[in-house]
């Protein structure tokens, strides 16, 4: 009978999470400098490139679940990074925009950022490195569509994500 190994070194789901704890680990020096978290900087980023985002859409675009962006953006606001903004139709929907201050530090921290991901993807070719981010955004949708697959899931988990809400680069 053969033996049956999982070859952890050989796992996509390992060596992706591998190489993210890696790079956070890096980067969060550079964001401590600024008292952010990686966190923070997502939904900093996002909100620089996209604007204004409703809390919903600003949690798929993060990965950060909606209870866990409500706090973290009350947070972010105190500091005075973002603001938040009740909907005049919708007492419950909430915008969330960029304060001057949010977009200065997504703007000092931008290079850093594009330097790590620059270093990772040295020696690939741009059609390798586009690839890379196809093969990477493909997965994680099949991941997405499995788990509202799964029985017990409830609306706002990860498989309640809409492919609309993709990045596409």
Do not use: C
Request: proline letters at 3%; a positive charge; charged letters at 30%.
């Amino acid at each position: 009978m053969k033996k049956l190994n999982y070859s952890l070194e050989r796992r996509i789901p390992y060596l992706t999470n591998r190489l993210g704890s890696a790079i956070n680990e890096i980067f969060s020096l550079d964001l401590a400098e600024e008292k952010l978290t990686i966190a923070d900087w997502r939904v900093l980023s996002v909100l620089h490139d996209i604007g204004d985002q409703k809390l919903i859409e600003l949690s798929i675009h993060t990965s950060i679940d909606a209870s866990t962006l409500s706090r973290l953006t009350e947070s972010m606001q105190r500091r005075r990074l973002v603001e938040k903004k009740r909907s005049k139709l919708s007492k419950r929907e909430i915008t969330v925009s960029l304060t001057n201050r949010g977009k200065e530090l997504v703007e000092a921290l931008t290079p850093k950022a594009l330097e790590y991901e620059k270093i990772i993807v040295e020696g690939s070719s741009d059609q390798e490195v586009e690839t890379m981010r196809k093969m990477l955004r493909l997965m994680y949708q099949r991941i997405v569509d499995f788990s509202a697959s799964l029985p017990g899931r409830r609306s706002g988990q990860p498989a309640a994500r809409s492919r609309t809400f993709l990045p596409k680069d």
